[in-house]
């Protein structure tokens, strides 16, 4: 039994966009777009859907990113969109959520008493004075069953994850992870 889709291939598509579909709790699943040849339905990365709500206008040119699969099954393509750009604004307002950071922090018995609350100020501290603290989710988490290392934190940039680091290290990642710089 193989994968019901096949990727077939990344792709950037300009057209007009024409509305969103699929809505759901105040958020689109889809998106549609007239192109030369016709119109797409293209699906919606889920950061997208949050952030595209009241961004764009019917009617207005937009470029997508995204990739094609085809469903091996039906013979049907599905276009999932992981960027959308206004073509008429400047290239550094594009649409696209930054990469998200994450940074899950042990709250049991164990790790607090050997510094996870000292830990935790710290790197909100830290955060907050380099301008990071709104770009950064922290998550308190249960055991992360590494209790001889304890305090326990593990910084997570896109699918990378990170641990027993000190907090200026997790800032400069996360400004590194984010394109961002102190100035």
Excluded: W
């Amino acid at each position: 039994m193989g994968d019901k889709y096949f990727r077939l291939s990344e792709l950037n598509l300009e057209g007009q966009f024409l509305g969103f579909t699929g809505m759901k709790s105040g958020k689109a699943k889809y998106l549609q777009l007239a192109i030369s040849s016709g119109k797409l339905h293209i699906k919606l990365k889920k950061e997208l859907r949050h952030s595209l709500g009241c961004s764009l206008v019917t009617g207005e040119q937009i470029r997508v990113c995204g990739i094609s699969k085809l469903n091996t099954h039906t013979g049907k393509i599905k276009i999932k969109a992981h960027q959308i750009t206004p073509l008429d604004t400047c290239q550094h307002q594009e649409l696209t959520l930054q990469p998200q950071a994450k940074i899950m922090v042990c709250q049991k018995s164990g790790c607090i008493k050997r510094g996870g609350k000292g830990l935790l100020s710290e790197l909100e501290k830290t955060l907050c004075d380099r301008g990071l603290l709104d770009k950064v989710k922290i998550e308190h988490t249960d055991c992360q069953k590494r209790c001889s290392s304890a305090p326990n934190c593990v910084l997570q940039l896109g699918k990378k994850k990170y641990k027993k680091l000190h907090p200026e290290a997790i800032a400069s990642l996360v400004e590194n992870h984010l394109g961002t710089s102190r100035e």
